[in-house]
T-cell receptor
Framework: LAKTTQPISMDSYEGQEVNITCSHN???????ITWYQQFPSQGPRFIIQ???TKVTNEVASLFIPADRKSSTLSLPRVSLSDTAVYYC?????????????FGTGTRLTVIP | DAGITQSPRHKVTETGTPVTLRCHQT?????MYWYRQDPGHGLRLIHY???????DKGEVSDGYSVSRSKTEDFLLTLESATSSQTSVYFC?????????????????FGAGSRLTVL
């Protein structure tokens, strides 16, 4: 399992863009970078997944440099409801036997 | 959560008693998983299933057994609960099919079952 390193916590004001960076120096060729969000008393929820360059969906953008040793989750114009724990995972392609390592994630607090 | 239900949501039990947690899905997904989440450990895989009657162990399977007699239900059993099994248990499902789709497996999680063993 490729380990990931991300900040323990971040604070942001409402309306700002938030960038959470994740380091994954040992990422393998067939690994994808996947981000989940978890609210208190709920299960993790998939946000976005990418392999290289940039991926964007209705929730977030994911930026992955050419060496793939890090990635950045970008949340545009956050609101109070974005307060949650965000997990960066490196997940191997073509396996259903997932042993996802969530770690402790990044606790994002959005301030009014 | 979209088509996945866990029961019970909360349970308090005593050491040595058997406990069964149920995960029910309406998505007809092939893969189902049981995780536990503990402070400082993130989520850890207990068991998973890749079809009816097809199960395999995860990282922390000792003390747990599972059964999947039909596609929609995946049961997690603690034969004799211990205090170390106090945790929040999450079920997850996935429509992963090897070779069918690109990208890594994405899981949909249930709301969790909080188990306290006294």
């Amino acid at each position: 399992l490729a380990k990931t390193t991300q900040p323990i916590s971040m604070d942001s004001y409402e309306g700002q863009e938030v960038n959470i960076t994740c380091s994954h120096n040992n990422i393998a060729t067939n690994d994808y970078i996947t981000w989940y969000q978890q609210f208190p008393s709920q299960g993790p929820r998939f946000i976005i997944q990418g392999y290289k360059t940039k991926v964007t969906n209705e929730v977030a953008s994911l930026f992955i440099p050419a060496d793939r040793k890090s990635s950045t989750l970008s949340l545009p114009r956050v609101s109070l409801s974005d307060t949650a724990v965000y997990y960066c995972l490196v997940v191997a392609d073509q396996t259903g036997a997932n042993n996802l390592f969530f770690g402790t994630g990044t606790r994002l607090t959005v301030i009014p | 959560d979209a088509g996945i239900t866990q029961s019970p949501r909360h349970k308090v039990t005593e050491t040595g008693t058997p406990v069964t947690l149920r995960c029910h899905q309406t998505e007809n997904h092939r893969y189902m998983y049981w995780y536990r989440q503990d402070p400082g450990h993130g989520l850890r895989l207990i068991h998973y299933s890749y079809g009816v009657k097809d199960t395999d162990k995860g990282e922390v399977s000792d003390g747990y057994s599972v059964s999947r007699s039909k596609t929609e239900d995946f049961l997690l059993t603690l034969e004799s609960a211990t205090s170390s099994q106090t945790s929040v248990y999450f079920c997850a499902i996935s429509d992963f099919e090897r070779g069918r789709s690109s990208g890594a497996n994405v899981l949909t999680f249930g709301a969790g079952s909080r188990l306290t063993v006294l």
